[in-house]
C-alpha cells in the first residue's frame, strides 16, 4: 500500500511539474527569456482557486464573512452538491482550470511590460523581484486568499469514494500535463516556435527581418503563464487547500529551472526525462526524510539538506553538463531536409 | 510630513545598511557582468557570523564586525573561485551565470538553515528567528546603532574612495572596470581586480548583516525577501555605477520606511509588510523613466530642467 502511495505522490508531481516546465521551456528554451517569476504564475493559478472561485462559491450560496472561515463553509456544501452530482464538480474544475489559464495570460503579459525591451538581466531581476513581492503579499495578507491561515478548496471528486480520489487526481493531472505538452509541442514547432528561437539567438537579426521582438516576449510570457497557471488551479484542487507558503520560490522557479537545465533546453522530450529525474529523487527524499535524518543521525531538517543537494547539482550541470540530458536538435524544416538528403547523396 | 525622530533615525540605519549591500552589488556587477542573486543570503550569512559569536563566546555584535568581513571576503573570492570563474572561462551566458547565483542562494539558504537548527540545539537557544535589539544600549539619546551604522559607513566609504582614487591598484581596478580588454594589455591583471571586487562585495553583505538584526528580525529566508530592495537600490542608481549605488540604496531605503510609515499613520500598522511593495513600485517606475538608472540619465539634455537651471 505504502508502495501504490508512492507512486502515485511521483506521478502527481510528475505532471504538476510537468506543466510547469514545458511553459517555462518555451520562454526561457525556446525564446531565451529568463522568466526568474515563475512561481508567480503557480501562484496566480492558486489564487484562482482559493481567491476567486471560492469567492464566486460564497455569492453563489450566500455565505457571508472572511474568507477563511467562510471557505471552510463553502467546501462542505459544495462537496454536499458535487457527491450528489458529478457534473458539477467536473464543471467547477474545468470552469477554474479555463479562468486560472486566462488570469495567468493577463499577469504574465502585464508583469512583463516594464521590463520586455531590456536586457536578459534586468528582466530576470525585475520579474523575479515582483514575483518575491506578489508571494509576500499573498502570504501577510489574510484577506486575498487566507495568508499564513491559507483557504479551504472544494473537493471537486467528492463523488468518488476516498480511497480512489488519489489515483483519479492522478490521473486526471497526467492527462492535462499530456494536454498541455502536446499544445507546447505544436506551438514550439511552428513557424512561431522558430521565430522564438531565432530571436534567442539574435534579437537584432529578428527585428531586421522586421519582427517585433517586444510584442513576441509578451505574447510568450504569457502563453506560458497561462499553462503554468494550470498547475497552480489543479495543485489547489488536489491538496483541497491554498496556502501562501507552498508556492515559494525554490518550488516552482529554481526548480522548474533545474529541471529543464537537467532535461535539455529548447527540447520537450527532455524536459520530460528532466523532470521525471528529478521528481522521483525528490518524492523518495520526502518520503524517507525522518529514515534520512535518522540515519545520518543528522542535528537539522532534512529539507535544508534537499536545498543544499539541489543546489550542488544546479552547479554541476552548469559546469560539467550543460547541455543537459538531451541535447537540442536544429529544427528539420522541408528545405532543411532536402538539403541534409543532398548532402547524404553527395557521400 | 512630519516623522518622529525615531522613525527617521531607523530609516537612516537601514538605508545605510541598504548601501553597503547595494554598493557590493554594483561592483561585482561591474567586474563579472552578473547580479548577484545570493547578495541578501550573503548578508544573512553575516547575521549568522555575529549571533554566533554572540551566544558561543558572548561577543557583542559591534565586536563582530572585523570577523564577519573577513569570512564575508573569503565567502565572495570562494564564490567566484569555484562557481562563477569555471563558468566564465567556458564562456557561459549572463543567464547560466545569474542560474548559478541563483543556486549558490539556495545552497547557501541550505547551510544557514541547517546551521540554525544546530546552533539552536547546542545553545538551546532560538536561532531560527533572532533580533539583536535587546543588545543595543544608548548614547546620549541616540541609540548606538544609529552611531555605529553611520561611522562604519563613513569609514567605508572613506576607505573605498582612497583606494579607488589614491593608489595604483585602484586606477587598476577602476581601468579593468570601464575597459578590461584594453586594461589587459596595459598590464593590469583583471583576475586579481575580479577577485579583489568578490572579497569587497562579500564583506560589505557580511558587515550589513551583521547590523541587520539590530533593525530587523533575521530568519534564514531574509536573504530572499531583502535582495527585493537590494536591486531596486542597484537598478535605481543605474547597476554599473558605485555612485548610483550610493544614491539608489538612499532613496530606496528611505522611500521604503518612511513611505510605508506614512502609510501606516492612515491606514494602520497592518500595512508595515508591505514595504517591500514600495520598493518594487520605485523599481518598476525607474525602469520604465529611465532604465539606464539614475547615473545613466543625461541630465544636461533634458530640456525643461535646461530651462529652469537658465
Not at chain 1, 474568507?67 to 462537496?79: D, H, M, P, R
Given at each position: 500500500m505504502a508502495q501504490e502511495y508512492l507512486i502515485l505522490d511521483i506521478v502527481i508531481w510528475f505532471g504538476l511539474y510537468l506543466i510547469v516546465c514545458i511553459s517555462l521551456n518555451v520562454e526561457y528554451g525556446f525564446g531565451g527569456i529568463p522568466n526568474f517569476g515563475r512561481a508567480l504564475a503557480v501562484l496566480i493559478g492558486a489564487i484562482t482557486v482559493g481567491g476567486i472561485v471560492n469567492r464566486i462559491l460564497m455569492a453563489t450560496f450566500g455565505v457571508s464573512g472572511g474568507i477563511v472561515e467562510a471557505s471552510g463553509l463553502v467546501k462542505s456544501v459544495t462537496n454536499e452538491i458535487i457527491a450528489a452530482n458529478p457534473a458539477i464538480g467536473i464543471g467547477i474544475l474545468v470552469a477554474s482550470l479555463l479562468l486560472a489559464a486566462l488570469l495567468g495570460a493577463i499577469t504574465g503579459a502585464l508583469f512583463i511590460l516594464p521590463s520586455a525591451k531590456l536586457s536578459e538581466d534586468y528582466l530576470a531581476i525585475t520579474l523575479l523581484a515582483i514575483s518575491e513581492v506578489m508571494f509576500m503579499v499573498s502570504y501577510y495578507n489574510t484577506d486575498m486568499i487566507g495568508g499564513y491561515y491559507g483557504v479551504s478548496v472544494p473537493n471537486?471528486?467528492?463523488?468518488?469514494p476516498g480511497e480512489q480520489r488519489l489515483s483519479i487526481f492522478a490521473l486526471i493531472i497526467l492527462l492535462i500535463a499530456f494536454l498541455a505538452y502536446l499544445l507546447v509541442d505544436r506551438v514550439t514547432n511552428s513557424p512561431y516556435g522558430r521565430l522564438l528561437r531565432a530571436i534567442r539567438e539574435n534579437e537584432m537579426v529578428a527585428e531586421a527581418y522586421g519582427k517585433n521582438v517586444m510584442v513576441v516576449r509578451i505574447k510568450t510570457v504569457a502563453f506560458g503563464s497561462a499553462i503554468a497557471a494550470l498547475a497552480g488551479a489543479l495543485y489547489a484542487y488536489y491538496s483541497v487547500n491554498v496556502i501562501a507558503?507552498?508556492?515559494s520560490r525554490v518550488e516552482w522557479t529554481f526548480y522548474p529551472f533545474l529541471m529543464i537545465l537537467l532535461g535539455g533546453l529548447a527540447n520537450n522530450k527532455g524536459v520530460i526525462a528532466g523532470v521525471l529525474a528529478f521528481v522521483t529523487v525528490k518524492v523518495l527524499l520526502m518520503v524517507y526524510k525522518f529514515e534520512i535524518t535518522a540515519a545520518l543521525h543528522l542535528?537539522?531538517?532534512?529539507v535544508w539538506l534537499e536545498y543544499i543537494m539541489f543546489g550542488i547539482l544546479m552547479l554541476i550541470i552548469l559546469i560539467y553538463k550543460p547541455e543537459g540530458l538531451i541535447k537540442e536538435k536544429p529544427i528539420m524544416t522541408d528545405p532543411i531536409k532536402r538539403l541534409v538528403d543532398k548532402i547524404k547523396k553527395a557521400k | 510630513m512630519a516623522f518622529e525622530a525615531e522613525v527617521l533615525e531607523g530609516a537612516i540605519i537601514y538605508s545605510n545598511l541598504l548601501v553597503l549591500l547595494s554598493i557590493g552589488l554594483t561592483i561585482t556587477y561591474i567586474t563579472t557582468a552578473v547580479p548577484n542573486f545570493a547578495q541578501g543570503s550573503f548578508a544573512v550569512f553575516g547575521s549568522y557570523i555575529a549571533l554566533t559569536m554572540l551566544r558561543l563566546f558572548g561577543i557583542h555584535p559591534y565586536y563582530s564586525i572585523p570577523i564577519a568581513l573577513i569570512f564575508g571576503g573569503l565567502l565572495g573570492v570562494a564564490v567566484y573561485l569555484f562557481i562563477l570563474k569555471p563558468l566564465i572561462d567556458r564562456e557561459a551566458e549572463i543567464v547560466i551565470l545569474m542560474i548559478a547565483t541563483l543556486a549558490l542562494d539556495l545552497i547557501l539558504l541550505g547551510f544557514l538553515g541547517a546551521y540554525s537548527d544546530y546552533l539552536g540545539g547546542i545553545t538551546?537557544?532560538?536561532?531560527?528567528k533572532f533580533i539583536f535589539t535587546p543588545y543595543d544600549f544608548n548614547i546620549g539619546n541616540i541609540s548606538a546603532i544609529f552611531i555605529v551604522s553611520i561611522i562604519v559607513i563613513a569609514i567605508i566609504l572613506a576607505s573605498l574612495f582612497l583606494l579607488l582614487y589614491k593608489t595604483k591598484f585602484g586606477v587598476a581596478l577602476r581601468a579593468s572596470m570601464e575597459n578590461p580588454a584594453l586594461a589587459e594589455i596595459m598590464g593590469v591583471n583583471v583576475e586579481y581586480t575580479r577577485i579583489f571586487s568578490w572579497f569587497l562585495s562579500g564583506s560589505l553583505a557580511t558587515v550589513a548583516g551583521c547590523l541587520l538584526p539590530f533593525r530587523q528580525e533575521i530568519v534564514p529566508l531574509t536573504g530572499s525577501i531583502i535582495i527585493v530592495s537590494i536591486f531596486a537600490a542597484s537598478i535605481v542608481g543605474g547597476l554599473a555605477s558605485i555612485y548610483g549605488a550610493l544614491i539608489g540604496g538612499y532613496i530606496v531605503g528611505i522611500s521604503e520606511s518612511l513611505v510605508t510609515y506614512q502609510l501606516s499613520t492612515i491606514l494602520?500598522?497592518?500595512?508595515?509588510?508591505?514595504s517591500k511593495v514600495v520598493s518594487l513600485i520605485v523599481l518598476v517606475v525607474m525602469l520604465i523613466l529611465a532604465p539606464q538608472g539614475l547615473t545613466g540619465v543625461k541630465w544636461r539634455k533634458i530640456k525643461w530642467l535646461k530651462s529652469i537651471l537658465s
Amino acid at each position: 500500500m505504502a508502495q501504490e502511495y508512492l507512486i502515485l505522490d511521483i506521478v502527481i508531481w510528475f505532471g504538476l511539474y510537468l506543466i510547469v516546465c514545458i511553459s517555462l521551456n518555451v520562454e526561457y528554451g525556446f525564446g531565451g527569456i529568463p522568466n526568474f517569476g515563475r512561481a508567480l504564475a503557480v501562484l496566480i493559478g492558486a489564487i484562482t482557486v482559493g481567491g476567486i472561485v471560492n469567492r464566486i462559491l460564497m455569492a453563489t450560496f450566500g455565505v457571508s464573512g472572511g474568507i477563511v472561515e467562510a471557505s471552510g463553509l463553502v467546501k462542505s456544501v459544495t462537496n454536499e452538491i458535487i457527491a450528489a452530482n458529478p457534473a458539477i464538480g467536473i464543471g467547477i474544475l474545468v470552469a477554474s482550470l479555463l479562468l486560472a489559464a486566462l488570469l495567468g495570460a493577463i499577469t504574465g503579459a502585464l508583469f512583463i511590460l516594464p521590463s520586455a525591451k531590456l536586457s536578459e538581466d534586468y528582466l530576470a531581476i525585475t520579474l523575479l523581484a515582483i514575483s518575491e513581492v506578489m508571494f509576500m503579499v499573498s502570504y501577510y495578507n489574510t484577506d486575498m486568499i487566507g495568508g499564513y491561515y491559507g483557504v479551504s478548496v472544494p473537493n471537486v471528486l467528492a463523488f468518488v469514494p476516498g480511497e480512489q480520489r488519489l489515483s483519479i487526481f492522478a490521473l486526471i493531472i497526467l492527462l492535462i500535463a499530456f494536454l498541455a505538452y502536446l499544445l507546447v509541442d505544436r506551438v514550439t514547432n511552428s513557424p512561431y516556435g522558430r521565430l522564438l528561437r531565432a530571436i534567442r539567438e539574435n534579437e537584432m537579426v529578428a527585428e531586421a527581418y522586421g519582427k517585433n521582438v517586444m510584442v513576441v516576449r509578451i505574447k510568450t510570457v504569457a502563453f506560458g503563464s497561462a499553462i503554468a497557471a494550470l498547475a497552480g488551479a489543479l495543485y489547489a484542487y488536489y491538496s483541497v487547500n491554498v496556502i501562501a507558503s507552498s508556492f515559494s520560490r525554490v518550488e516552482w522557479t529554481f526548480y522548474p529551472f533545474l529541471m529543464i537545465l537537467l532535461g535539455g533546453l529548447a527540447n520537450n522530450k527532455g524536459v520530460i526525462a528532466g523532470v521525471l529525474a528529478f521528481v522521483t529523487v525528490k518524492v523518495l527524499l520526502m518520503v524517507y526524510k525522518f529514515e534520512i535524518t535518522a540515519a545520518l543521525h543528522l542535528p537539522f531538517e532534512a529539507v535544508w539538506l534537499e536545498y543544499i543537494m539541489f543546489g550542488i547539482l544546479m552547479l554541476i550541470i552548469l559546469i560539467y553538463k550543460p547541455e543537459g540530458l538531451i541535447k537540442e536538435k536544429p529544427i528539420m524544416t522541408d528545405p532543411i531536409k532536402r538539403l541534409v538528403d543532398k548532402i547524404k547523396k553527395a557521400k | 510630513m512630519a516623522f518622529e525622530a525615531e522613525v527617521l533615525e531607523g530609516a537612516i540605519i537601514y538605508s545605510n545598511l541598504l548601501v553597503l549591500l547595494s554598493i557590493g552589488l554594483t561592483i561585482t556587477y561591474i567586474t563579472t557582468a552578473v547580479p548577484n542573486f545570493a547578495q541578501g543570503s550573503f548578508a544573512v550569512f553575516g547575521s549568522y557570523i555575529a549571533l554566533t559569536m554572540l551566544r558561543l563566546f558572548g561577543i557583542h555584535p559591534y565586536y563582530s564586525i572585523p570577523i564577519a568581513l573577513i569570512f564575508g571576503g573569503l565567502l565572495g573570492v570562494a564564490v567566484y573561485l569555484f562557481i562563477l570563474k569555471p563558468l566564465i572561462d567556458r564562456e557561459a551566458e549572463i543567464v547560466i551565470l545569474m542560474i548559478a547565483t541563483l543556486a549558490l542562494d539556495l545552497i547557501l539558504l541550505g547551510f544557514l538553515g541547517a546551521y540554525s537548527d544546530y546552533l539552536g540545539g547546542i545553545t538551546k537557544k532560538a536561532a531560527k528567528k533572532f533580533i539583536f535589539t535587546p543588545y543595543d544600549f544608548n548614547i546620549g539619546n541616540i541609540s548606538a546603532i544609529f552611531i555605529v551604522s553611520i561611522i562604519v559607513i563613513a569609514i567605508i566609504l572613506a576607505s573605498l574612495f582612497l583606494l579607488l582614487y589614491k593608489t595604483k591598484f585602484g586606477v587598476a581596478l577602476r581601468a579593468s572596470m570601464e575597459n578590461p580588454a584594453l586594461a589587459e594589455i596595459m598590464g593590469v591583471n583583471v583576475e586579481y581586480t575580479r577577485i579583489f571586487s568578490w572579497f569587497l562585495s562579500g564583506s560589505l553583505a557580511t558587515v550589513a548583516g551583521c547590523l541587520l538584526p539590530f533593525r530587523q528580525e533575521i530568519v534564514p529566508l531574509t536573504g530572499s525577501i531583502i535582495i527585493v530592495s537590494i536591486f531596486a537600490a542597484s537598478i535605481v542608481g543605474g547597476l554599473a555605477s558605485i555612485y548610483g549605488a550610493l544614491i539608489g540604496g538612499y532613496i530606496v531605503g528611505i522611500s521604503e520606511s518612511l513611505v510605508t510609515y506614512q502609510l501606516s499613520t492612515i491606514l494602520g500598522s497592518g500595512v508595515l509588510v508591505y514595504s517591500k511593495v514600495v520598493s518594487l513600485i520605485v523599481l518598476v517606475v525607474m525602469l520604465i523613466l529611465a532604465p539606464q538608472g539614475l547615473t545613466g540619465v543625461k541630465w544636461r539634455k533634458i530640456k525643461w530642467l535646461k530651462s529652469i537651471l537658465s
